[in-house]
């Protein structure tokens, strides 16, 4: 980014900033979740013929191309970086705040530990990030909490010892193979009994129908690609020509139609279509908390040994951060070059600087 003349913020760069709420960590437990938490979480896209043109909106918003002045940009920068740090730049008080309790790490995938790529199969993490993902889950329990259907994130990870828990957290599975640290669900098993949670189990044949419907009919929109995540699925618009969104969305919304059970979320340049049932990213946190031996969250002071860092870019993970928040619990951590909208404490910039604060975070558990 530059500091004179005009700017051209990217593609990501949400510039709704929420006013008023400045840093304070650990975060104070919220009754409930707070107006803004409860606004960024589930951003369910409605339906009705009505609100076709706030689809389009909504698409265009997650994805703006302002032209501001940089000073504005800076000053506004300035101030969002004062509401969520760097966690790089305020390491000291993360490992303050957890000293004495048990550092859980849960990972979202895209965009947290592999960069945004036009073609999301080949959205490959380095064998760094790799190194430094294997360097905590050898002394944290560790998962990763991806959109993506459990086999593919874990065809790009390849670590057998984390938890994955794929589908926007509607899959969750335990390790496949042991790490140093054995938590109640973590002994090593067969494929089959290392499956620990398929809320939306009876929704597969409805999804399969669905991608069937969506691809036939979408997949006609030059760019467009429908993306079958198993309990869920994501109708990808980055390659498409902006002209052409409406016609996504409209040949989303055809298809939704015969299908009231299922609803429409969005993350970067995707719409993604799930079950109606209240489970998310947020859900699966609160899950893997509870089945590593940590209390549910459900009553005051619950949890309170554990430490769980979240790190996450997009706003699937709102999810999770919000019920850090509401527990008054651990770290949440945006990864975002510009101000966003968000639930999380911190922020780091790009998967290159959640590779840093990873390392980091071995270091000082080795010392
Ligand atoms: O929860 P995540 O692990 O972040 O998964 C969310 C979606 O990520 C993928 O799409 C995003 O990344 C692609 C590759 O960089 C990019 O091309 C796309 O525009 C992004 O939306 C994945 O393909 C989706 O299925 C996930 O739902």
Redesign the pocket.
């Known amino acids: 980014m530059t500091k004179h003349g005009a700017v051209v913020v990217p593609e990501d760069a949400v510039v709704a900033v929420a006013a008023g709420r400045h840093f304070s960590f650990p975060p104070p437990r919220t009754a409930g979740a707070g107006d803004l938490c409860k606004k960024l979480a589930a951003q369910q896209i409605d339906l009705g013929a009505a609100v076709m043109g706030s689809w389009l909106d909504s698409m265009k918003a997650s994805s703006p191309r302002h032209r501001l002045m940089a000073p504005a940009v800076d000053a506004e920068h300035d101030e969002w970086m004062e509401k969520h740090p760097s966690a790089l730049g305020r390491f000291e008080a993360v490992a303050a705040a957890a000293k004495g309790k048990r550092i859980v790490v849960f990972l979202?995938?895209?965009?947290?530990?592999?960069?945004?790529?036009?073609?999301?199969?080949?959205?490959v993490m380095t064998d760094e990030m790799r190194d430094a993902v294997r360097g905590v889950a050898a002394r944290f329990p560790t998962a990763?909490?991806?959109?993506?259907?459990l086999d593919?994130?874990f065809s790009f990870v390849r670590l057998e010892e984390l938890y994955y828990a794929g589908s926007?957290g509607m899959d969750i599975q335990g390790p496949t193979a042991a790490s140093t640290h054995h938590g109640p669900t973590t002994t090593p098993k067969g494929e089959e009994e290392s499956v620990l949670c398929q809320p939306a189990r009876e929704f597969l044949p409805m999804i399969g129908e669905a991608y069937a419907a969506l691809a036939a009919k979408v997949e006609a929109i030059p760019g467009a690609k429908v993306?079958n995540?198993k309990f869920?699925?994501?109708v990808?618009?980055?390659?498409v020509d902006e002209r052409r969104w409406g016609a996504v969305a409209e040949q989303v919304r055809a298809v939704l139609r015969d299908y009231p059970r299922l609803r429409l979320t969005q993350?970067?340049?995707?719409l993604?279509i799930r079950p109606t049932i209240k489970w998310d990213?947020g859900e699966a946190l609160r899950f893997l908390l509870s089945a590593l031996g940590f209390s549910s969250g459900d009553g005051a002071n619950d949890g309170d040994d554990a430490f769980p860092i979240y790190i996450?870019?997009?706003r699937?993970?709102e999810d999770a951060f919000r019920v850090l928040r509401a527990r008054g619990q651990g770290a949440g951590i945006l990864v975002s070059r510009f101000p966003k909208d968000t639930c999380a404490s911190f922020s780091l910039r790009d998967p290159s600087e959640v590779k840093d604060f990873l390392r980091k975070l071995v270091t000082c558990a080795a010392a």
Do not use: M, Q, W
Request: net charge negative; hydrophobic share 20%.
């Open positions: 979202d995938y895209d965009g947290t530990l592999s960069p945004i790529v036009e073609d999301p199969d080949r959205a990763i909490v991806s959109g993506r259907c593919k994130v926007h993306e995540n869920c699925l994501s990808h618009f980055r390659c993350g970067r340049k995707v993604e990213k996450g870019d997009d699937t993970d």
